[in-house]
């Protein structure tokens, strides 16, 4: 007996010691990486942390790096592709050793971005060349940059949506969900895949946000009030997900869904909708030629809302590419920042919006232009109390559960109702957002 | 694990002859013989606080804190944690669903035991069912996952399967709550058979064979060698098999996550915590919610042990 309090008591030692331990990574000063003068005096080797493990694996950003020591010769690139990108950061941003190029991974504070980045420069200075620049801005500074944009809408078959006897694109809800029927009594295709058991193509729905009310400053809206109020975006776009699995125009069995077979099946026209974003349609092309089918069937169409007569999308970053507050080459990793961003041509290699102001738009999103969506860049400077509200209530509004539960409740392998549940997602919200303070 | 070693021991230091002549070997050699099993037991001592204590210890101190997981900014909240997950009853909600794999377990126990009795007598192709019935365990629980996925999918192996005897069924396995729990916690049969056979095969092998020839000569059939023989036999394992697999519903990880991800009401107690902790940052509260399920299991196990004593087995 007496051994084990000695050894409960070594072992509490010990946990304290460790927490005293932890901690101590990442600086408080921070420091600023400078767009280098001259090209030819950088030098060093630095190391990109990179989502993009297919584009490493094929050669695609060796390519990149062949292209970036044209104008900067004494600069070498080296690439680590992680599977599980945001798992693996996570933990290695733990010690100083995170490259010396990284995507933020979404879990960093906003109000971190200071002890694990370096600046990229003012916001005022950059915000007149590039877009998404307030996702990034703490202070006035801002620590990283998005190499490409993307709009969130529905990848549908246009073949099949023709052969339903619909041309044009639905602009309210309800005309929605009827071309949805449509398609299902007129066609074999699947009228709307959830792609449930992947849990992330449902995060998307969140995207919905500012293109109901095609306000830019709907992200604050979130951080200021409950964002299942009546006639607010996010209700607005829950609802109709409910109805379209209440409608039954989704999958027989949503549990066991495959997001790989799924771009095929959408490609042949098997499926004939999936809510995604503009960066799907490089792959859904891609799935299409393979399946032997023609790559022009697939479309993309905005949220069915209008204001004033014109639908609205929202344009939002991807990954946003910062430097490591602790590298050694912090003028060669700006370097690489500024020319990926300006110059590699990543954004319309995948046929996606450039983050460079004024750029022209991909050429898929032709329809967009002539159709005159009026694209919003959402004002960000709520957003990181928006995430704080969202696990601090453990709603999860950027993660895939309470959507789960949304399809689960609409095809009745839950109890309940659809105002309750989105009345009690607002109750916890509200709570959260008061207990926040802000 | 000491109180072998000494008596062991015990004999030696007994014999007049030994002691003298270990008084007679110097310091240095003696100080030496001291050190040699803590050398060789150096390796895994190191291993075993590096990967496992010290985790721990950490895991403990990170519950008393409102850690995010990632910030270099962590406070000290004392007990808060424990307070937010004791006055937050739909936590524990989720145990319900361990109910579930707590009655997949006794069918587990009780399907192991029937093969490991019939396998331990001479039966054809022994070698051959023991190999199947274990094979399950060896596979990668993430390998299991996916291929129960396919399985249970809509026109899968199962409905292909079920097709072939007439019967058409038209369900989505894992589409309702309870459907889908009894399909995971059948996965989780399936997958843990083999070990508790297995175990329950070693105990049973370890009865000596002139019990079952005495037993026959007195007229009694295989289910009389059951009962009196093979079941009293082995009880010491079936009390550790019972207690792993009390622990083991109460800490299902796995075959839901992969699964479903706790979807559709599958969501156990360790998804649960793995969500708190990975998806909305709240480290602090997950370790505490981890430290909470460690102090239920441990508390199980101290009651289940209260009330079956772990006597000697003594058969003849």
């Known amino acids: 007996m007496n051994r084990r309090t000695k050894l409960a008591g070594s072992l509490f030692a010990a946990a304290l010691l460790a927490a005293g331990c932890t901690g101590s990574g990442g600086t408080s000063k921070g420091a600023d990486a400078k767009a280098p003068v001259d090209p030819d005096k950088v030098t060093g080797t630095i190391t990109v942390l990179t989502h993009r493990t297919d584009l490493v694996q094929d050669g695609t950003m060796k390519k990149y790096a062949a292209e970036f020591n044209k104008t900067y010769p004494k600069v070498e690139v080296e690439f680590d592709a992680l599977t599980d990108y ?24 906003k109000s971190d971005y200071p002890r694990f980045f370096a600046s990229l420069g003012t916001e005022t200075e950059r915000a007149k060349k590039y877009l998404f620049t307030d996702f990034t801005t703490v202070d006035g500074k801002v620590y990283g940059q998005s190499p490409m944009g993307a709009l969130p809408g529905f990848l549908y ?36 895949y959830t792609n449930f058991k992947d849990m992330w193509p449902l995060t998307n729905w969140t995207y919905v946000d500012g293109a109901v009310s095609c306000d830019p400053r709907a992200t604050s809206r979130l951080a200021a009030g409950d964002p299942w109020a009546e006639g607010e975006d996010l209700r607005v776009g829950d609802t109709m997900l409910y109805d379209i699995v209440r409608g039954g125009l989704i999958e027989k069995d949503p549990t066991t869904t495959n997001w790989e077979a799924s771009k095929p099946k959408l490609a042949k026209g098997d499926i004939a909708t999936m809510w995604l974003g503009s960066w799907a349609i490089t792959q859904f092309r891609a799935a299409a030629k393979q399946a032997g089918t023609n790559p022009d069937d697939i479309g993309f169409m905005p949220f069915p809302a209008q204001k004033d007569g014109k639908h609205c999308a929202t344009m939002s970053p991807d990954y946003n590419q910062a430097v490591n507050v602790n590298s050694d080459h912090k003028e060669a990793a700006r370097a690489w920042i500024d020319w990926f961003t300006d110059k590699s041509g990543y954004a319309a290699d995948n046929l996606t ?25 959402l004002d960000d400077a709520k957003g990181a109390a928006v995430k704080e509200i969202d696990n601090q209530s453990e709603v999860g509004i950027y993660k895939p559960d309470y959507r789960q539960d949304l399809v689960d409740l609409a095809r009745g392998a839950r109890k309940g109702s659809l105002d309750d549940f989105l009345g009690d997602l607002g109750r916890r919200w509200e709570e959260a957002r008061k207990s926040s303070g802000s | 694990m000491t109180d072998t070693t000494e008596k062991a021991a015990r004999p030696e230091e007994a014999a007049p002859a030994a002691r003298t002549a270990r008084a007679r070997v110097p310091r240095r050699l003696r100080l030496r013989r001291g050190l040699t099993p803590w050398l060789f037991l150096a390796a895994p001592l190191v291993l075993l606080i590096t990967f496992t204590y010290a985790p721990v210890a950490n895991m403990v101190a990170y519950s008393f804190t409102d850690w995010d997981g990632v910030s270099p900014e962590l406070s ?18 989720v145990f319900f669903v361990s109910g579930y794999y707590l009655a997949a377990s006794v069918i587990q126990i009780v399907v192991a035991l029937y093969f490991a009795t019939v396998l331990s007598f001479n039966v054809r192709f022994r070698n051959f069912f023991k190999g199947i019935l274990f094979f399950p365990y060896l596979i990668n629980g993430v390998a299991i996952g996916f291929v129960f996925l396919y399985f249970f999918q809509d026109g899968g192996t199962l409905d292909s399967v079920l097709s072939l005897f007439g ?19 059948g996965v989780s049969v399936w997958r843990y058979m083999g070990l508790n056979f297995v175990l329950f095969l070693g105990a049973v092998q370890s009865i000596p064979g002139e019990l079952y020839e005495a037993a026959e000569l007195d007229g009694a059939n295989r289910w009389h060698q059951f009962r009196y023989i093979i079941a009293p036999g082995i009880r010491p394992v079936l009390s550790l098999t019972v207690i792993l697999s009390i622990s083991g519903s109460l800490s299902a990880f796995e075959v839901p996550f992969i699964m479903t991800g706790g979807a559709t009401g599958t ?50």
């Open chain 1, 86 to 109: 945001e798992g693996e950061v996570k933990i290695r941003m733990n010690t100083e050793n995170y490259g010396d190029v990284l995507m933020i991974p979404a879990v960093i504070k």
């Open chain 1, 157 to 192: 078959n246009k073949r099949v949506w023709k052969e339903a006897g619909i041309t044009d694109w639905p602009t309210t809800p309800a005309q929605f969900i009827d071309g949805l029927k449509a398609v299902k009594s007129r066609t074999d295709a699947i009228p709307y």
């Open chain 1, 353 to 377: 919006l450039s983050p460079v102001k004024g750029a022209p738009l991909p050429e898929v999103l032709q329809p967009y232009e002539d159709a005159g969506v009026k694209l919003i860049e």
């Open chain 2, 76 to 93: 000290y909240t004392g007990a808060d944690n424990y307070v937010e997950l004791f006055t937050r009853p739909e936590l524990f909600e």
């Open chain 2, 167 to 185: 019967v058409h069924s038209d369900r989505a396995w894992l589409g309702t709550p309870v459907s889908a729990n009894v399909s995971l916690a």
């Open chain 2, 267 to 316: 969501e156990t107690f360790v998804i649960q915590t793995v969500k708190l902790a990975f998806q909305f940052n709240k480290t602090g509260l997950a370790s505490a919610a981890a430290v909470v399920l460690l102090l239920i299991i441990l508390a199980v196990t101290w009651v289940q042990r209260r009330l079956v004593p772990d006597d000697k087995v003594d058969l003849v």
